[in-house]
């Protein structure tokens, strides 16, 4: 299951924390939207496989930070393909980016700020962590709407 916190940046923004591989509540939000994926695990790709098929699923763009941003970028790739929103890695959707040179919690929240390479209205933030790492970036992303940044 998620923990949903609700309007954490703006009406348009959601925040997940995944505490298991349960997707239901990525499947269930009902409009397009871009999401951006926040590692904190070891192995978070072996662990997450539903959430990422989820995510996969419904999202138009992927942007990938943290620990293993790359596999996880592959891995939502996979996905694209097997569900057949990809012809192949790179041509369809959801479009990906994994960034390993945006790693701490201040630098997520100030990319999250800019909206992002989608251009999707709505925009999902989930974070495969722990909830002192969640509130962490809820803080950061609390800043940035605020500008105390």
Request: proline residues 0%.
């Given at each position: 299951m998620f923990t949903i916190i609700g309007r954490v940046y703006d009406a348009k923004v959601r925040f997940l924390r995944a505490t298991a591989s349960d997707a239901e509540d990525i499947v269930s939000?009902?409009?397009?939207?871009?999401?951006?994926?926040?590692?904190?695990?070891?192995d978070a790709a072996l662990t997450q496989g539903r959430l990422l098929e989820a995510i996969a699923r419904r999202a138009n763009w992927v942007e990938i930070?943290?620990?293993?941003?790359?596999?996880?970028?592959?891995?939502?790739?996979?996905?694209?393909?097997?569900?057949?929103?990809?012809?192949?890695?790179?041509e369809g959707y959801p479009m990906t980016a994994w960034y390993d040179d945006i790693s701490d919690n201040s630098a997520i929240a100030s990319y999250i700020a800019t909206g992002g390479q989608g251009d999707s209205l709505h925009k999902i933030v989930v974070l495969i962590g722990s909830p002192s790492e969640e509130s962490g970036l809820i803080d950061e992303l609390r800043k940035h709407r605020t500008g105390d940044s």
């Open positions: 939000v009902d409009k397009e939207f871009d999401c951006f994926l926040v590692n904190r695990l070891k930070f943290g620990v293993d941003a790359e596999a996880l970028h592959d891995a939502v790739d996979q996905a694209g393909v097997h569900l057949g929103r990809q012809v192949a890695i790179g």
